[in-house]
């Protein structure tokens, strides 16, 4: 599939060149587009994932990071150690201090998490539910924090390569939108300017990690049309989301397109917890489902051979992918047995509502999978909605129910890269949960309290296969994340979304 292209509007293209060389010279000012902007500016503790991630490295720390290939490695931590099961020590890296000359130690340290873990205001922080284990945290002495958790959490070291600290004692005496609208900031760059779709930095001089290009210019461009056009123009350094029609735009222009392994599964979940006469409770509906996609005609077709058919939730990468895990077979026939055997010889209605613009091509794969699942009988409309929609409705917000019993989802194993940050979502903890197999759960439960990573290794396998014989969901195809790249710049890194954006050069 081909998509056609047309250059954007002259007057918005010299819009897009104008506001950005209004606040920098482009010779010393690394720009970058992403698909939206920052709704939440200088707060890192109210959204996970894209877009924010783009936002919080440049300006703040994390304790840990994690690579491509799923190791831990030091971030403001400098090293950490298990005590018991129950108890982590953090040693932290000296010399970190925020722009307003504050210290960025243990003490500091120790303040974000108590505001995000006891006070009322930042139980609403997104990032607060990530620390839910968490029963005590101090400063120890030494420059080192003290973690104890409520029952053995093997994944502290991960989980806390989420959280990004701000300045805690201004954070609290001038109150959340006011910090968050002018953040202190202790990363390699410090904001000249924040809006919800712009963030403009100039190098932080005391910085241990320096960045290599002085300015930062990072702008939300919501359509792809205009993401490309910047880089095709040499108005944008790197930009984000884009599909496998746009490589060869790269290219020609002279630029080049960078691809990776993304952190999710593009999926469709089951809602189960609809009222009334549900199918998908029913196990052989779900197979039959599954067996209804043909996955390899996706990915060859729409995505040109850059990624690969999904048969478990979890990526390749990801601690607890099981290689073993035999495809589900493209075979309607055998669909439509399996759905007479559950008695449903005639299918039935139903409604996928789907979320589209964040993944390559993704209404359009929406469109065939619902097209696949009528061909076998479970009649399926698509109906496309906004990703405020799906959380309302997940959360009961909206006023309505789902309108059938599917909806578009990504299944995440970001930052963690560990097979059970996945059934965070899909499982019977999740409030409201959407699927609860108690038997998926006592393996995720199992897997949490085993801090041996071989046996662990061994649990993870057993819960990834175990919701792939149930067919928790419909999985389609790992994700890959293409990204354009101007020509003059190197060093380009994606660590799980994370640009590792104070390594970047720009070439002579």
């Not at 506001?19 to 939206?36: C, M």
């Not at 500091?108 to 539910?129: A, P, Y």
């Not at 699942?373 to 129910?401: F, M, N, Q, W, Y």
Request: hydrophobic share 40%.
């Amino acid at each position: 599939m081909q998509r056609s292209f047309k250059f954007i509007p002259l007057a918005l293209a010299a819009a897009v060149a104008a506001t950005t060389a209004s606040a920098q010279d482009k010779r010393d000012t690394l720009r970058i587009g992403v698909n939206a902007g920052n709704t939440f500016l200088g707060n890192p503790f109210q959204a996970r994932g894209v877009p924010s991630i783009y936002f919080k490295p440049a300006l703040y720390q994390s304790l840990t990071n994690i690579d491509p290939d799923g190791k831990l490695v030091p971030e403001l931590a400098a090293s950490w150690q298990l005590v018991d099961n129950t108890t982590w020590r953090f040693k932290l890296v000296d010399g970190y201090t925020f722009t307003n000359g504050v210290k960025n130690d243990a003490a500091n340290v120790v303040r974000n998490i108590i505001w995000l873990t006891t006070s009322d205001e930042g139980k609403t922080q997104q990032l607060s539910g990530v620390l839910k284990d968490i029963a005590e945290v101090k400063d120890v002495g030494n420059n080192t924090v003290e973690i104890k958790t409520k029952v053995p959490q093997p994944l502290v070291a991960h989980i806390l390569s989420e959280l990004f600290y701000v300045e805690g004692r201004a954070w609290t005496e001038t109150g959340m939108q006011q910090y968050s609208a002018r953040p202190a900031t202790s990363g390699p760059w410090k904001v000249v300017s924040y809006t919800t779709d712009r963030l403009v930095g100039t190098e932080y001089e005391k910085a241990v990690k320096k960045p290599k290009i002085k300015n930062l210019d990072i702008r939300g461009l919501n359509e792809a049309a205009t993401r490309v056009q910047a880089i095709v123009s040499d108005q944008m350094d790197v930009v984000t989301n884009m599909t496998p029609d746009d490589i060869p735009l790269f290219r020609n222009a002279g630029h080049r397109a960078e691809t990776f392994d993304a952190p999710q599964t593009m999926t469709v979940a089951f809602y189960e917890q609809k009222p009334g006469a549900n199918p998908f409770r029913d196990k052989r509906v779900r197979r039959a489902a599954n067996m209804a996609i043909n996955r390899d005609d996706i990915v060859k077709g729409l995505m040109g051979g850059l990624t690969k058919a999904a048969h478990q939730a979890v990526t390749p990468k990801t601690f607890g992918y099981d290689e073993t895990i035999a495809p589900y077979k493209y075979d309607p026939e055998g669909a439509r047995k399996l759905l007479a055997e559950a008695g449903y010889p005639n299918g039935f209605e139903t409604t996928l509502e789907a979320t589209t613009g964040s993944l390559p091509f993704d209404k359009e794969i929406y469109s065939l999978v619902g097209d696949q699942l009528t061909k076998i009988g479970i009649r399926t409309k698509v109906l496309p909605i906004t990703l405020a929609d799906l959380g309302d409705l997940l959360r009961k917000r909206s006023g309505r129910e789902f309108e059938g019993h599917l909806f578009g989802f990504s299944a995440f194993v970001d930052p963690y890269l560990d097979a059970e940050r996945p059934f965070q979502q899909f499982g019977c903890t999740f409030k409201p949960s959407w699927i609860c197999l108690p038997q998926i759960e006592a393996l995720r439960d199992k897997a949490n309290e085993i801090m041996d990573p071989p046996e662990r290794l061994k649990v993870l396998k057993q819960l990834v296969r175990a919701a792939h014989d149930e067919g928790v969901g419909l999985h389609i195809q790992h994700g890959v994340d293409i990204y354009g790249v101007n020509k003059r710049i190197k060093n380009f890194q994606n660590w799980n979304r994370r640009l590792i954006l104070e390594t970047i050069e720009i070439s002579s």
